[in-house]
Nanobody, 125 residues
């Protein structure tokens, strides 16, 4: 059974940093893309960052470019999201996602087969 578990969320002041981690188990994820999405109260789940299977290709939402960095370790089936210079508008539940195969649509929700339960990130002003 495939399982994605996020960790590292919490409460931080504006300008601070957090590192989210996603641990994958029950499958092989090295062939697919992995990504982070977030959902704020009353809003739709939105793309944050994604990384292709080889780790060489990444993509970011405009709102987080230059502040967030995504990485993955295929040997350990883990993915990280380093978040710096956090803003109150970054407050949301952050979800980890993984796909069985790599896709050019890896910034889109429909490209992903598996999702974690989410971890709350709250940025105070």
């Amino acid at each position: 059974q495939v399982q994605l578990v996020e960790s590292g969320g919490g409460l931080v002041q504006a300008g601070g940093s957090l590192t989210l981690s996603c641990a994958a188990s029950g499958g092989t994820f090295s062939s697919g893309s992995m990504g982070w999405f977030r959902q704020a109260p009353g809003k739709e789940r939105e793309f944050v960052a994604a990384i292709r299977r080889n780790g060489g290709n990444t993509d970011y939402a405009d709102s987080v470019k230059g502040r967030f960095t995504i990485s993955r370790d295929n040997a350990k089936n883990t993915m990280l999201l380093q978040m710096n210079s956090l803003k109150p508008e970054d407050t949301a539940v952050y979800y980890c996602a993984a796909s069985r195969v790599s896709s050019v649509w890896y910034t889109r929700r429909f490209a992903y087969d598996y999702w974690g339960q989410g971890t709350q990130v709250t940025v105070s002003s």
